[in-house]
């Protein structure tokens, strides 16, 4: 018997019942289950290539992608025109927003104007706040 179980026959015996034993119940499994450990930096990594890959980008391709992007767009951010010294690649038409990853849908982001955008279009964002 599961030590949830265990405590809610305890409850039951004790006479707790109705909305009681249903707070008790969610109290014990927020208890019990571990939070989710901070992500490390290569399992960011590897988050975002499995994301990638399931828009049928593959790691490897999303490498040249990336690169071709810099190439294009230099070591300068598009949005607001900072050189950057590790780029960032920013979807204009953000991926949930049906945007793809072709290469005229990238461009080259700072870091503040890449985690300011977020899922904005370039439009309703209107630069760094
Ligand atoms: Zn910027």
Redesign the pocket.
């Known amino acids: 018997m599961s030590v949830i179980a265990t405590a809610l026959k305890h409850l039951i015996a004790a006479g707790v019942s109705g909305d009681d034993l249903v707070r008790a119940v969610a109290e014990m499994e927020a208890a019990v289950a571990p939070s989710p450990p901070a992500r490390t930096a290569r399992q960011e990594r590897n988050r975002r290539y499995y994301e990638l890959r399931s828009q049928g980008v593959s790691a490897k391709s999303w490498g040249v992608i990336r690169r071709a992007v810099i190439k294009r767009d230099g070591y300068r ?6 050189s ?1 010294t590790v780029p960032q690649i920013d979807h204009i038409m953000p991926l949930s927003r049906g945007g793809s990853s072709r290469l005229k849908n990238l461009c080259v ?2 870091k ?3 985690s300011s955008k977020r899922d904005m279009t370039a439009s309703e964002w209107g630069g ?1 706040q």
């Open positions: 951010c598009r949005y607001c025109g900072v950057v982001a700072c503040p104007c890449n760094v």
